[in-house]
């Protein structure tokens, strides 16, 4: 059974550092990794989206990669800002079940 | 624009009544799936239907139901025989051809809120 665990729960940085989300997962037969992010409240916006082919995407601040023999994934974002705060969460899609699985998140809390 | 709209944003119902959310997409897309997210939990599988006509329990369904009668649609309906109804409700989407790059990316829409006192 597929199970995507996100470490930290909680990180709490000044405005400005490049930090680095992980996310590691059980079952390296995926069929693509997806980041998003959650406001408070709110649904859940894509940030990236990495097929299981792929290595790594970026998306201006944000950049993401991939290993899957060793299960794990990045989400680095560089030059962090107090917008950035929100809780951020690594998803794995295996084509077998059709299902996409959740880590627990991270939530990002960026001080001015 | 495209997206996902789900209705309503906050829902309250007493118990023992059943209720059912709205999800509906213009994306085109073929697959849809519902969740339910608790505090401390994470994001939690109902339902998914991957073309009309046809769907999958997920890992909780039990005290929920859905039909997917339109391509766009995939209405929820949360039963009395839920134990624990009150949560976040998440409907999203995704398009299943392999052949493009973006297949089975979810896309999801704003949430419902359903209060059961």
């Known amino acids: 059974k597929q199970e995507v665990t996100q470490i930290p729960a909680a990180l709490s940085v000044p405005e400005g550092e490049n930090l680095v989300l992980n996310c590691s997962f059980t079952?390296?037969?995926?069929?693509?990794l997806q980041w998003f992010r959650q406001d408070p409240g709110k649904g859940l916006t894509s940030l990236l989206l990495?097929?299981?082919?792929?290595r790594e995407q970026t998306s201006g601040r944000l950049n993401a990669s991939l290993d899957k023999s060793s299960g794990r994934s990045t989400l680095y974002i560089a030059a962090s800002q107090p917008g950035d705060s929100a809780t951020y969460l690594c998803?794995?899609?295996?084509?077998?079940?059709?299902?996409?699985?959740f880590g627990q998140g991270t939530t990002l809390q960026v001080k001015p | 624009d495209g997206g996902i709209t789900q209705s309503p944003k906050y829902l309250f119902r007493k118990e023992g009544q059943n209720v059912t959310l709205s999800c509906e997409q213009n994306?085109?897309?073929?697959?849809m799936y519902w969740y339910r997210q608790d505090p401390g939990q994470g994001l939690r599988l109902i339902y998914y239907?991957?073309?009309?006509?046809?769907?999958q329990k997920g890992d909780i369904a039990e005290g929920y139901s859905v039909s997917r009668e339109k391509k766009e649609s995939f209405p929820l309906t949360v039963t009395s025989a839920q134990k624990n109804p009150t949560a976040f409700y998440l409907c999203?989407?995704?398009?299943?051809?392999?052949?493009?790059?973006?297949?089975?990316?979810?896309?999801f829409g704003p949430g419902t809120r359903l209060t059961v006192t």
């Open positions: 998803a794995v899609f295996s084509g077998n079940t059709g299902k996409l699985i």
């Open positions: 994306l085109n897309h073929d697959a």
């Open positions: 999203a989407s995704s398009a299943r051809s392999t052949a493009s790059r973006r297949a089975y990316e979810q896309y």
């Open positions: 239907s991957q073309i009309v006509n046809d769907f």
């Open positions: 990495i097929q299981s082919s792929q």
């Open positions: 079952d390296s037969a995926i069929y693509n």
